[in-house]
């Protein structure tokens, strides 16, 4: 009989530290953000790849721009390629999510940005989700109109 190990919670660094990988959620939307620290990318810029369209295309509002690139710009992070696998959510959630991920990547990149994270609150997972329907009512707490007549 096999026993399985618990699975890590750790952000997994790939074999040659050719990229830092992590995991991000909110609500639904679950995304695998991969950061390569030593890429050869543009002097002064971050390439952000989303399901490989660039960050302009797949958010095209720059408030959920902001989101996903704050990190960056808190810590004042220059030319990092990062590369980022989404599924699930909305374009919010999905914001959120990759802004976990890319945040747990830099910590586990260097140690010290976490107490900066930590303090933006960067690196806590929202855990508020959509309220199941329950069984007898329309929405998860909204009940049958009752009618007098």
């Known amino acids: 009989m096999t026993t399985k190990s618990p699975k890590s919670k750790k952000p997994k660094e790939a074999s040659g530290d050719r990229y830092i990988e992590a995991v991000g959620r909110r609500k639904t ?26 960050l302009d295309k797949y958010f095209p509002l720059k408030k959920d721009q902001s989101v996903v690139t704050s990190p960056f710009e808190k810590l004042m992070q220059k030319g990092m390629k990062t590369t980022v696998k989404i599924k699930g959510g909305g374009v919010a959630g999905q914001a959120e999510a990759i802004r976990l991920g890319i945040s747990r990547a830099l910590v586990s990149f260097d140690k010290e940005t976490r107490p900066r994270l930590k303090a933006l609150g960067f690196l806590t997972r929202d855990p508020r989700m959509v309220e199941r329907k329950k069984p007898g009512l329309r929405k998860a707490r909204r009940p049958q109109q009752w009618r007098k007549r």
């Open 29 to 54: 939307a679950v995304a695998r953000v991969r950061i390569f620290p030593a890429s050869s990318v543009r002097e002064g810029q971050n390439d952000i790849l989303i399901n490989d369209k660039n």
